[in-house]
């Protein structure tokens, strides 16, 4: 069970550096296009979004925590499972996390990444086109006159329209997450994805990565029993499905 996992976190390893490599040439070129990218250390914005990630990334994530980041990350998951239980749909389950849950509970002090080496192909895959005041802005409550002169400052050629970030490293990210979604039900028969914090929560509460080689049914009856079968929050995805 142990050589499983080993395995398919050590391919999620090499995967990061493959992204990392591809998305330094992407910044080379987006650079002699006169393209600027203003992701800098500790800009921090975009880190009020909800990350999902693969469970393999969540579980190489939860084995390298600090006690402190751990209980940070209990908390917020804690706070995340009470907003996905009350809210009526997805819209709202994602505006009551951006307005009451704050940042991802593993940013530092300082405003940089607490587990930069190993943050998930969601993060990585956030290239910002326009100043990092615009990662936190809530679309929903901006003017439509506002709305308007963004969209139409931004390049189609270049951003996930209408979004700010850039298409071709988004695009790279959902490639390696989906890599990884596969590797996962190659070896278990399904994949576990989900917000990234409840995901380390479940590996911290219910000891996930053994519930997995037993099989979906399995997992989802434990994760029904412990209330965390939570559909805004998490999802198994199996062969064929
Ligand atoms: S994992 Fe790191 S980069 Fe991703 S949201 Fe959290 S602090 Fe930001």
Same mark, same amino acid.
């Given at each position: 069970?142990?050589?499983?996992?080993?395995? #398919? %976190?050590? &391919?999620?390893?090499?995967?990061?550096?493959?992204?990392? +490599?591809?998305?330094?040439?992407?910044?080379?070129?987006?650079? +002699? +296009?006169?393209?600027?990218?203003?992701?800098r250390r500790g800009c921090r914005k975009c880190c009020t979004l909800t990350v999902n990630a693969t469970f393999v990334e969540a579980l190489g994530i939860a084995q390298c925590l600090t006690p402190e980041q751990g209980a940070a990350v209990a908390?917020?998951? !804690?706070?995340? !499972?009470? #907003?996905?239980?009350?809210?009526?749909?997805? %819209?709202e389950y994602l505006r009551t996390c951006r307005t009451h849950l704050g940042f991802c509970p593993l940013l530092d002090a300082d405003g940089a990444c607490g587990i930069y080496p190993v943050r998930p192909f969601a993060c990585r895959a956030l290239l910002s086109t326009r100043d990092s005041d615009w990662c936190a802005v809530d679309f929903s409550c901006l003017h439509p006159a506002e709305k308007q002169?963004?969209? !139409?400052?931004?390049d189609p050629s270049v951003v996930a329209f209408p979004t700010?970030?850039?298409a071709a490293a988004q695009d790279l990210g959902r490639e390696f997450e989906?890599?990884?979604a596969a590797a996962m039900i190659k070896r278990f028969g399904f994949s576990l994805r989900g917000?990234? !914090?409840?995901?380390?929560?479940?590996? &911290?509460?219910?000891?996930?990565?053994e519930l997995v080689p037993q099989g979906l049914e399995v997992t989802r009856r434990a994760l029904i029993r412990a209330g965390f079968d939570l559909p805004f929050v998490v999802h198994m995805e199996s062969l064929g499905a």
């Open positions: 069970m142990q050589d499983d996992w080993r395995q #398919i %976190k050590e &391919q999620v390893r090499r995967d990061q550096e493959a992204f990392d +490599r591809h998305s330094a040439r992407l910044l080379e070129a987006l650079t +002699r +296009r006169g393209v600027a990218v203003y992701c908390t917020h998951a !804690s706070r995340l !499972s009470e #907003i996905a239980s009350a809210a009526k749909d997805f %819209k002169a963004f969209m !139409s400052g931004l700010h970030y850039v989906e890599r990884t917000n990234l !914090s409840f995901l380390i929560s479940l590996e &911290q509460q219910l000891g996930v990565s």
